[in-house]
């Protein structure tokens, strides 16, 4: 039996082959968090008659959309479109989007538009999506962000939540997210030595942090270090970049487009010399996403042998990654009924 979300997308296409961006009404929420430009500009949430005057004004209305495939991932579906002009006249070809949508009681809560088909994928069903998830699981007050680019993950964070971005060149060019979060221009190591991070969230402890910045093993675990004694028992880090599947996107000098760095090396690192710490790398577009509890803010044990912990992990070879006594040992499922047991109670309740 065909999925429900799948029928109405193909009605509201068909419909709009016949009737224009009108058709998408029905399908639209009274609220809807749209996206037109992914790699720059943070979900907006917009009243549905906004995203249908927005469409005009982007002349969705001379195209015609073909939908190639609707590929489902829960409440969410992805949809290579070809898009053919209506009127041919010289200017305008075929060209190709994705549309990645969001549906709930039978309507579309979000509509993302991206250029490429993987890049809807990863926001459909990689750690963008879990991110999302684990803020509404966790409810966090206090959240702090290292590597923040254009600031697509922390537009994830929740309104209530006190946040935290840390990024020598961040490109946010959305007003929402500076709105919500207070962002620092500068190198995570720059920030720890100049400021004292609880007194930057008001006296709270960190409940959750994300570690996304420089791609080396050096930086993620200095940045653990800094971060963890800013914790509590009960806070989570996440760090992404932990599961590479190639070589070549896993080494210290970069080669590839899609790079990762050493970052991995963190969790043999983390495994041996701090063996209380329950680490877990969830198998999860595009390189991993760990997962790490049972912090302990006044452990010296790294910060006291930093330079010599790193000399120990720096050479270690890619093999790690794949063996049955190293890389494998904490991978996991991406299922959320085996991550959301890893997880503390609610931070907000």
Partial sequence: MEPEP????????????????????????????????PRFVALRHARRDDVLARMEELKWGEWRMEPEDFVVHGDRVVVPVRLDPRAPNGEQAQRTRAHYWMLRDGQAVRLEVYNQRGDATNAAAGYFALLERLHERLR????????????????RVRPETTAIGIDPEPIVKDPSIERTAKIFSEKSDDFFRDHDLTAELGGRPVDVAFIDGMHLFEFALRDFVNLEAHCTEQSVVFVHDLYPKRRDVATRDRTTVCWSGDVWKLVPCLGAERPELNIAVIDIRPAGFGLITGLDPGSRVLRERLDEVIERYMDLDYDWVEREDGGRRYRMEHDWRLIEPLLPPPFGS
């Fill in 140 to 155: 966090p007050r206090t959240y702090v962000e290292i590597g923040v680019h254009a600031g697509r993950s922390l537009a």
């Fill in 6 to 37: 799948v029928q109405l997308l193909r009605d509201a296409y068909e419909s709009f082959n016949r009737d224009g961006v009108e058709a998408f009404r029905n399908l639209l929420a009274p609220e809807v968090e749209w996206i037109e430009r």
